[in-house]
């Protein structure tokens, strides 16, 4: 039985077999876990070591002393979760440092350990292999973290608005039904009324009511007929008050994203050029990518990145699923939120364009599509620093016009070249 190898030793010979050129000369290689961060250095006249810290900052400060005594230059780790942002603040300034997908740098299965993989990335940073991550400056991650709990913020004020009118329907009382918004300044001066009273009149609430609303003074009336319990008061009120303190938190926050997004005013007022990019939106794209563009390569990199770019997916000459790639998530929805809103704008190319694509592909792929093509418009728009000007809506419907004309004219010159042949 001797003679005999395992599976698991003939694959780490096959590993160790594997030769690289090297074109670092000097790098480590780490595996970020929870709470241990596994470090393998290798290079020119320095022996291949394996330590194990943890990610408090004080050992991470000792992994910075480490790598600087053993004049390590580069290193590379894995983008897996959000475990990397601590070493990434302790080492950042000291090395330069690849944040890499965890595809490219997988271990070969069968003999997977912390250790091994540490030396695996080391021995591909080394050999030039790994491409890294894009990684915001301190400013951007910032302005990100703020933007993105915005969102959540008022995902949690949608949340509590819905629940607070399926309640209201449990009372019988029926707002949504003739105010376009429960929530405006009348809707709200109503459900104060109902809330505080605990006998009112229907009618007694119609001078609450201004401007114009779009149903009639009869239907007003049975809508605010209702019975409500203490318990659903009690709840309403709590709702009600929780809506509140989320719009001023909103408020506030939004305010700390105006302060902290000043220094880039002039790229936001550039994105405003597009059509469907409002405030929101072009300070989500600016905390997403930033403003140095040349962390991308090229515009395909950065919709690559984003996942709002077409797949490849090619085998044997057939093109199978060509879905768009997994990204940047934050990123993809503000996209998608633009593009809806400019396909609602007036003679512009992006609408004309969202209309030639969603009979052939439907509403989702076509809107997927017109959000790659703001992205690429605002990947030149930053980084030429020139504002967005729009072809027009009646663009395709030129072209298409031009390219039907020379069709034709073709078709013409062959029957006449058929017709003299006859002759």
């Given at each position: 039985?001797?003679?005999?190898?395992?599976?698991?030793?003939?694959?780490?010979?096959?590993?160790?077999?594997?030769?690289?050129?090297?074109?670092?000369?000097?790098?480590?290689?780490?595996?970020?876990h929870?709470?241990?961060?596994?470090?393998?250095?290798?290079?020119?006249?320095?022996?291949?070591?394996?330590?194990?810290?943890?990610?408090?900052?004080?050992?991470?400060?000792?992994?910075?002393?480490?790598?600087?005594?053993?004049?390590i230059?580069?290193?590379?780790?894995?983008?897996?979760?959000?475990?990397?942002?601590?070493v990434?603040?302790?080492?950042?300034?000291?090395?330069?440092?690849?944040?890499?997908?965890a595809?490219?740098?997988?271990?070969?299965?069968g003999?997977?350990?912390?250790?091994?993989?540490?030396?695996?990335?080391a021995?591909?940073?080394?050999?030039?292999?790994?491409?890294?991550?894009?990684?915001?400056?301190?400013?951007i991650?910032?302005?990100?973290?703020?933007?993105?709990?915005?969102?959540?913020?008022?995902?949690?004020?949608?949340?509590?608005?819905?629940?607070?009118?399926?309640?209201?329907?449990?009372?019988?009382?029926?707002?949504?039904?003739?105010?376009?918004?429960?929530?405006?300044?009348?809707?709200?001066?109503?459900?104060?009324?109902i809330?505080?009273?605990?006998?009112?009149?229907?009618?007694?609430?119609?001078?609450?009511?201004?401007?114009?609303?779009?149903?009639?003074?009869?239907?007003?009336?049975?809508?605010?007929?209702?019975?409500?319990?203490?318990?659903?008061?009690?709840?309403?009120?709590?709702?009600?008050?929780?809506i509140?303190?989320?719009?001023?938190r909103?408020?506030?926050?939004?305010?700390?994203?105006?302060?902290?997004?000043?220094?880039?005013?002039?790229?936001?007022?550039?994105?405003k050029?597009?059509?469907?990019?409002?405030?929101?939106?072009?300070?989500?794209?600016?905390?997403?990518?930033?403003?140095?563009?040349?962390?991308?390569p090229?515009?395909?990199?950065?919709?690559?990145?984003?996942?709002?770019?077409?797949?490849?997916?090619?085998s044997?000459?057939?093109?199978?699923?060509?879905?768009?790639?997994?990204?940047?998530?934050?990123?993809?929805?503000?996209?998608?939120?633009?593009?809806?809103?400019?396909?609602?704008?007036?003679?512009?190319?992006?609408?004309?364009?969202?209309?030639?694509?969603?009979?052939?592909?439907?509403?989702?792929?076509?809107?997927?599509?017109?959000?790659?093509?703001?992205?690429?418009?605002?990947?030149?728009?930053?980084?030429?620093?020139?504002?967005?000007?729009?072809?027009?809506?009646?663009?395709?419907?030129?072209?298409?016009?031009?390219?039907?004309?020379?069709?034709?004219?073709?078709?013409?010159?062959?029957?006449?070249?058929?017709?003299?042949?006859?002759?």
């Amino acid at each position: 039985m001797g003679k005999y190898k395992t599976k698991s030793e003939n694959t780490d010979r096959t590993q160790n077999s594997i030769a690289f050129e090297q074109v670092i000369e000097r790098g480590c290689g780490l595996d970020v876990h929870t709470d241990t961060v596994v470090a393998t250095i290798q290079g020119k006249g320095i022996q291949t070591v394996t330590k194990t810290y943890s990610t408090f900052t004080s050992e991470l400060k000792d992994l910075k002393i480490w790598l600087k005594g053993n004049n390590i230059t580069h290193v590379a780790m894995e983008s897996t979760g959000v475990y990397w942002k601590p070493v990434i603040n302790i080492l950042g300034e000291d090395f330069t440092l690849l944040l890499v997908n965890a595809r490219p740098i997988k271990n070969v299965p069968g003999h997977k350990t912390d250790k091994k993989d540490s030396k695996w990335i080391a021995k591909l940073l080394l050999s030039g292999l790994l491409k890294g991550s894009f990684i915001p400056n301190k400013t951007i991650a910032a302005l990100r973290e703020l933007t993105r709990y915005r969102v959540r913020l008022n995902g949690m004020l949608a949340s509590e608005k819905n629940r607070f009118l399926k309640i209201l329907e449990g009372t019988n009382i029926k707002l949504s039904r003739v105010l376009t918004d429960v929530f405006c300044h009348t809707g709200r001066k109503i459900i104060k009324h109902i809330l505080e009273k605990q006998s009112y009149e229907p009618s007694e609430l119609l001078v609450l009511i201004h401007g114009r609303v779009k149903a009639r003074q009869e239907d007003l009336i049975k809508a605010m007929e209702g019975q409500i319990e203490p318990a659903q008061r009690y709840l309403l009120k709590a709702i009600m008050d929780h809506i509140e303190d989320l719009e001023a938190r909103i408020e506030e926050h939004t305010k700390e994203i105006e302060k902290m997004s000043g220094p880039y005013r002039e790229e936001l007022n550039l994105l405003k050029t597009i059509p469907g990019v409002g405030e929101n939106i072009a300070v989500g794209i600016i905390s997403e990518i930033g403003v140095d563009m040349e962390q991308f390569p090229s515009h395909k990199h950065l919709s690559s990145w984003a996942g709002i770019s077409p797949g490849n997916n090619e085998s044997a000459g057939k093109n199978r699923s060509g879905r768009v790639t997994k990204g940047n998530k934050w990123l993809k929805t503000k996209l998608i939120e633009g593009a809806w809103s400019a396909t609602r704008s007036k003679d512009t190319y992006l609408r004309s364009k969202y209309r030639s694509l969603v009979g052939r592909k439907g509403p989702k792929k076509a809107i997927i599509a017109i959000g790659h093509k703001m992205l690429i418009a605002a990947y030149y728009i930053i980084k030429e620093k020139k504002s967005y000007k729009d072809l027009g809506g009646s663009y395709l419907a030129n072209f298409s016009k031009d390219k039907l004309i020379n069709f034709y004219k073709h078709q013409l010159a062959k029957l006449e070249a058929t017709s003299l042949a006859c002759i």
